[in-house]
T-cell receptor
């Protein structure tokens, strides 16, 4: 079992809708959590990180963390075709190593 | 500022050959990392270096070696390539080790071992 699990997808949403991505992690000692976006054939790029319980908003993106449930999520509001990509969830361990989930592919339908 | 560069962009390699993937960063970041990305498995850490002169093993280190002679360069060597090492390899770097430590990724090297 991977340390970080993501809903397998693919996820297809209409333009303007909310895309909801989920992630669970097994290491309770994980310090913080990162969401990366990866376009096909490109390298991962950081969207945002979160390390406190609750919500963190950055533009159209909202990350949510629940450490008791070992659960992280990413909401993409007003989804655009340019949001079509694979989204990677990662957990930072106590020794500062990132463990990545396998990713969820999102397609936004125009 | 280029950030992180990797070379080559892609390579087809015969099994048993030795290959070095190059990674250079110009951000003066302390830590550097090598990952491989395989379909359905996500990114897996091969080796890392928290600072120049030190290296450590990640999740999947077998068959790979690294060195960190200076801050900027972190080459990954496959001593004798095998087909299971066919993958996309990403180098990454980060400035410091802390809870908001953000890793920045290079463009990747697509390696095919036949």
């Amino acid at each position: 079992q991977k340390e970080v699990e993501q809903n397998s997808g693919p996820l297809s949403v209409p333009e303007g809708a909310i895309a909801s991505l989920n992630c669970t992690y097994s290491d309770r000692g994980s310090q913080s959590f990162f969401w990366y976006r990866q376009y096909s054939g490109k390298s991962p790029e950081l969207i945002m990180f979160i390390y406190s319980n609750g919500d963190k908003e950055d533009g159209r993106f909202t990350a949510q963390l629940n450490k008791a449930s070992q659960y992280v999520s990413l909401l993409i509001r007003d989804s655009q075709p340019s949001d079509s990509a694979t989204y990677l969830c990662a957990a930072l361990s106590n020794d500062y190593k990132l463990s990545f989930g396998a990713g969820t592919t999102v397609t936004v339908r125009a | 500022i280029a950030g992180i560069t990797q070379a080559p962009t892609s390579q087809i390699l015969a099994a048993g050959r030795r290959m070095t993937l190059r990674c250079t960063q110009d951000m003066r970041h302390n830590a550097m990392y090598w990952y491989r990305q395989d379909l359905g498995l996500g990114l897996r850490l091969i080796h890392y270096s928290n600072t120049a002169g030190t290296t450590g093993k990640g999740e999947v280190p077998d068959g790979y070696s690294v060195s960190r002679a200076n801050t900027d360069d972190f080459p990954l060597t496959l001593a004798s390539a095998v087909p299971s090492q066919t993958s996309v390899y990403f180098c990454a770097s980060s400035d410091y080790l802390g809870p908001t430590d953000t890793q920045y990724f290079g463009p990747g090297t697509r390696l095919t071992v036949l």
